[in-house]
């Protein structure tokens, strides 16, 4: 989906991982709003993201938006930690561990983990070696038993009762 004001919205495609190596992708766009927009019609998501009338199957815009199986998630982000992906230039990689409590479970006790690190090169230069370090660190990530559920699943099977 294209924001409607494309200064407040980012669009991103993601490859993202997952245990043992399953690559999954996806296009994603995000964009800032108040605290006091409302979102409870389809409309109202129109409005943020003008082409939704054209994507939507059967498309009403007084069609109430309403969560998925009722679930609510709060999700808590912890970055930066980092480690070298190229020395020459040097080029990091930023870590994050991303952490969902069910808003109406126990609020110590996270329903998702997910540890994620990434990295770009404005000049887009990705050689071999550095996709090898890559694919080196989600390696060693995997001998980690006591951290990986190599049978866990993505947080969006989590949401949509896929497991």
Not at 2 to 22: H, N, V
Not at 25 to 39: A, G, R
Not at 67 to 86: M, N, P, S
Not at 147 to 157: G, L, Q, Y
């Amino acid at each position: 989906m294209e924001a409607g004001d494309p200064s407040k919205g980012e669009t991103k495609f993601e490859e993202d991982i997952k245990s043992p190596f399953s690559v999954l992708y996806s296009f994603s766009t995000t964009q800032e709003i108040s605290s006091n927009e409302n979102l409870g019609k389809l409309q109202d998501a129109a409005r943020l993201y003008p082409d939704i009338p054209g994507k939507v199957i059967d498309y009403t815009k007084e069609e109430e938006i309403k969560t998925v199986r009722g679930i609510t998630v709060r999700e808590l982000v912890i970055k930066g930690a980092k480690f070298e992906i190229r020395n020459s230039p040097k080029l990091d990689s930023k870590c994050a561990l991303i952490v969902w409590y069910d808003n109406k479970g126990d609020e110590n006790k996270p329903v998702a983990v997910e540890f994620s690190f990434k990295y770009g090169d404005e000049n887009e230069n990705y050689t071999l070696k550095m996709a090898q370090r890559a694919y080196d660190v989600f390696q060693i990530l995997q001998k980690l038993t006591s951290w990986v559920d190599p049978e866990s699943d993505t947080k969006t099977a989590y949401i949509y009762g896929l497991s």
